[in-house]
């Protein structure tokens, strides 16, 4: 294994340990347990264990290990722990490292369950929570106290696309000796330095462009060897977010495809946005990619230029014209997921975002004619045609 080698190679062989038969592709290992030579063996592995040697599925199991060492060679982390959901990344990576007395400190625009992590479950256990707007950096150094032990955010926001500057904010909570947590999804491990400009801890849910094709959970907490090992690994081994090994396999084989995959979907989103945007029937197009971002300088430094899979599209004739568009698509599906092959639209007002009251929607931009738009693997002009068919039908909405 080299460390020098470029994301796309590491994606297809990071982390590839083979067993006596010598197989091509990564094997599954679905046991729970391992078998010990003798007592004195199981003793000695229970004092420390090495490298390739295992005690319990939970703690960790080969295939599981090799996902691990893949996607931290891609990221450039030192080390990473494997979770059965986004969700257990997110909230093992905060429980992991909080105490009651702590202060932390997140943007606001975030995920539900995120935000329910954050407003609901870290509240009862007694840290506290300040949230800012990410995109505002005085916000963030006025948020920050001597006692802040983390921060949180989402470096590209869900569902109204805003980019979060990363160095910038990083550079702030250091100041006051915080950990600074990313969820990193809709930015993409292809596209993701986030280690590289300031993180220390950096999130993804697998279950989005590392499967891609919508079969497996998953998640994953990546950082310094001693944050993992030290912090995250006591904390979820023994309250049981592990990933499942065969769910750690499919995301194994969807990370030697993720970069075709995921750029693909860029290009296509890129000309799907411009193509959309200015149509009689949207308010707004919200695209990070698109040269009108109120970030687009950001997203040029942040991530190359990339504004990732995902566009908003915002209705004029709000929650009616938003449901005429949904129910007028052919191709996309109506469904909740992004990062998939197959495209994919939600309206956020009334699913994703339900929970939230209608002045917390309105506070994040998720208006009742918001769309959000994960762009899939079919062909662009399908998809333009199809959407423009299905804009014309929220046209009639308006009227
Ligand atoms: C989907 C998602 C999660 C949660 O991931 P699951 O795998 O569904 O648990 C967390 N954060 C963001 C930004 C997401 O999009």
Request: proline share 3%; with cysteine.
């Amino acid at each position: 294994m080299s460390k020098d080698w470029n994301k796309r190679t590491q994606a297809v062989h990071g982390g590839t340990r083979r067993s006596q038969w010598g197989e091509v592709s990564e094997a599954i290992f679905l046991t729970q347990g391992f078998v010990y030579d003798d007592a004195e063996q199981a003793e000695a592995r229970f004092i420390e264990s090495g490298p390739d040697e295992f005690i319990y599925a939970r703690y960790g199991n080969p295939t599981v290990r090799m996902f691990e060492e893949r996607i931290a060679a891609l990221e450039g982390a030192e080390d990473a722990f494997a979770t059965a959901s986004g969700m257990a990344a997110v909230s093992g990576a905060l429980t992991a490292m909080l105490k009651a007395g702590d202060h932390v400190v997140s943007a606001r625009a975030l995920f539900g369950s995120c935000l329910y992590i954050l407003e609901n479950v870290l509240s009862r256990f007694g840290v506290e929570v300040t949230f800012v707007d990410g995109t505002d950096l005085d916000q963030w150094r006025a948020a920050m106290r001597p006692d802040t032990r983390a921060v949180f955010f989402e470096s590209m926001s869900n569902p109204t696309l805003e980019v979060i500057d990363i160095e910038a904010v990083s550079a702030i909570a250091h100041e006051v000796g915080a950990t600074v947590i990313v969820d990193n999804v809709f930015s993409t491990p292809v596209y993701s330095r986030a280690i590289e400009q300031g993180a220390d801890v950096v999130v993804y849910s697998a279950t989005k462009h590392i499967d891609g094709q919508g079969r497996a959970l998953g998640g994953i907490i990546l950082g310094t060897r001693d944050f993992i090992r030290k912090t995250v690994e006591p904390y979820m081994k023994h309250t049981g977010g592990a990933l499942s090994p065969f769910n750690a396999w499919i995301l194994l084989k969807g990370l030697e495809t993720m970069a075709l995959r995921v750029n693909a979907q860029t290009d296509s989103a890129g000309r799907i946005a411009a193509a959309l945007e200015g149509h009689p029937a949207l308010a707004r197009t919200l695209y990070p990619g698109l040269d009108g971002h109120p970030q687009a300088a950001l997203v040029q430094r942040q991530l190359g230029g990339r504004g990732g899979t995902v566009l908003s599209l915002d209705f004029a004739g709000g929650k009616d014209a938003a449901f005429a568009f949904l129910n007028a698509m052919s191709i996309p599906v109506i469904s909740n997921n992004l990062g998939d092959a197959k495209s994919i639209a939600t309206h956020p007002a009334t699913t994703t975002h339900q929970r939230l009251s209608e002045d917390q929607r309105s506070e994040l931009g998720i208006t009742p004619g918001l769309v959000r738009f994960s762009v899939g693997l079919e062909d662009t002009d399908d998809l333009i045609a199809d959407l423009r068919n299905a804009l014309d039908a929220a046209m009639a909405q308006n009227i």
